[in-house]
């Protein structure tokens, strides 16, 4: 690995983090142009090189193919197609990345939720040859639905399409009309790339003159995502109550948690939901010990002024502006089950933030026709990878917002109780 890449661990610790998910259909060149982005970036180990060199001859590659530096598990690499949701860390003199490598196969549609719920960038892949498709556009909503602010249209093999001009603008008009439906996306950018050959990814290609617009790389290391932080609302889930016991500190009460979004400093007045009482902070406290603020994604402990009966899934927030407390919930969900269906009036256990609660489904509103955005209204089951809208009603009140502001308090998962099996993703509305 490059001696540039990283100058000390003090630096790499508070550079700037962009977490990017890849999506695309199958065989689009995902793996492949992470492969290239490592590589060409040098963020590769010549014993991983090695590794993959050895693959490809056997595998009776005529390139060294740069896909099985992503492609992990042995099925993935025999099939040559992406199954699970593969997560890469790499890191430039200008920031750190996190890569969530998602299946491109509808009946992956799950994976790709899952990797895309933390994602601050989505790249989605478009093959020169064949344009927008279906799984083009269902990738797109899936990012809008999880609130991905930022989109790469990676129109990618252009090295098939003699690197036209014309094609690659008919493709971005294509992405165009259909993402215009769309309403989180805030920011979109097309780069034809050649993850193959190299072109557009780290380097300029000299065979694309016609583009004048970033690499790869570089829009990976410039985009602003600042403004994507939540700053204005407080919260901060607790998840545990800190009681040493000991004689060094024995009259200690602290609560630990990671701080949801907004910012809290010692002295501010906050509300303890769902009790309503209000007291100060006294102090925060860190690995890196005592902080004059923290903000998200900080883990913390936060002690307070007063004595105030305060447990795991309790909540603090600015009392000017607390979150909604209610037992009524409507949401998107993307149904993950390949074993159950959801039904009307099932019931299931709610995670939301650090609290857990029972839930039992009141309606199904709707199902979304991910290639049209049709609503489907006369069917009211959800199988595996089917995404609609649902109302819950909670066995105790949530303290939550919607998914558009804050996607930490506005996601939660629904439980089978039977099997413990994770059946679904949901987003408040």
Known sequence: MSDTTVQSSDDYLSMDLLRFTTAGSVDDGKSTLIGRLLYDSKNTFDDQLAA?????????????????????????REQGITIDVAYRYFATPKRKFIIADTPGHIQYTRNMVTGASTANLAIILVDARTGVIEQTMRHAFIADLLRIRHVVLAVNKMDLVDYSEERFEE??????????????????????????KGDNV??????????????????????????????????FPVQWVIRPQSDEH?????????????????????????SGF????????????????????LSCTITLEDEIDISRGDMLAKPNNPPKKG?????????????????????????????????????????????????????????????????????????YDSYRRNRTTGSFILIDAQTNETVAA????
């Not at 490809?56 to 099985?68: I, P």
């Not at 215009?180 to 993850?195: D, G, K, Q, Y």
């Not at 617009?213 to 700053?231: A, C, K, R």
């Not at 200690?252 to 939901?273: I, T």
């Open 426 to 429: 949901g987003m408040i509305i």
């Open 171 to 196: 493709i971005q008009e294509q992405f165009k009309k259909f993402s215009s439906r769309l309403s989180n996306i805030v920011e979109m950018t097309a780069i034809p790339l050649s993850a193959l």
């Open 278 to 297: 209000t007291t100060k902070i006294k102090a925060i406290e860190s690995l890196n010990g005592p902080q004059e603020s923290a903000f998200a994604p």
């Open 327 to 399: 037992q009524d919930i409507e949401a998107m969900i993307c149904w993950f089950s390949d074993s159950a269906q959801l039904q009307p009036r099932g019931k299931y256990v709610l995670r939301h933030t650090t609290n857990e609660v029972k839930a039992m489904v009141q309606e199904v509103r709707y199902k979304v026709n991910i290639n049209t955005l049709n609503k489907i209204e006369d069917d009211k089951t959800f199988g595996l990878n089917e995404i609609g809208r649902i109302s819950i009603r909670t066995s105790a009140p949530l303290l």
């Open 250 to 274: 024995h009259d200690f009460r602290g609560y630990a948690g990671r701080v949801a979004s907004g910012v809290f400093r010692p002295g501010d007045e906050v509300l303890v939901q769902p």
């Open 52 to 76: 993959v060199e050895e693959s490809s001859k056997k595998r009776g590659d005529e390139n060294v193919n740069l896909a099985l530096l992503t492609d992990g598990l042995r099925a993935e």
């Open 202 to 235: 780290v380097d300029k290609s000299e065979r694309m003159s016609w583009y004048q617009g970033p690499t790869l790389l570089y829009h990976l290391e410039t985009v602003y995502i600042g403004s994507d932080q939540n700053h204005v609302d407080a919260r």
